[in-house]
């Protein structure tokens, strides 16, 4: 059974860090793509990132580049969410998600059908 649990969520003032984390269990983390998204009062959901642990390949959306930073450890089955530099904009329920195989070319595209149930991050001065 495929799970996902973030952690790593907070209240934090602009210019500062965190780190998300997302446990997986019931599947093989080199066998998915794993994504963060985030969703803001009154917004659609975005994907901020996404990575293939098969290849390392990675995803960022525009507004997070150079701040944010993906990574996975498949032998503890978590994957990151480093969060640096961050602003008030970056306010939002942040959940991960799983797409199963078979992988896509790229994550970005890749079908996510198995989400976890989230943790809030507020930045605010």
């Known amino acids: 059974q495929v799970q996902l649990v973030e952690s790593g969520g907070g209240l934090v003032q602009p210019g500062e860090s965190l780190r998300l984390s997302c446990a997986a269990s019931?599947?093989?983390?080199?066998?998915?793509?794993i994504g963060w998204f985030r969703q803001a009062p009154g917004k659609g959901r975005e994907m901020v990132s996404c990575?293939?642990?098969?290849?390392?390949?990675?995803y960022y959306h525009d507004s997070v580049k150079g701040r944010f930073t993906i990574s996975s450890d498949n032998a503890k089955g978590t994957v990151y969410l480093q969060m640096n530099s961050l602003k008030p904009e970056d306010t939002a329920g942040y959940y991960c998600?799983?797409?199963?195989?078979?992988?896509?070319?790229?994550?970005?595209?890749?079908?996510?059908?198995?989400w976890g149930q989230g943790t809030q991050v507020t930045v605010s001065s």
């Open positions: 998600a799983a797409a199963p195989p078979p992988i896509r070319p790229m994550c970005v595209i890749s079908p996510y059908d198995y």
């Open positions: 990575i293939k642990s098969s290849d390392g390949t990675t």
């Open positions: 019931g599947f093989s983390l080199d066998a998915y793509a």
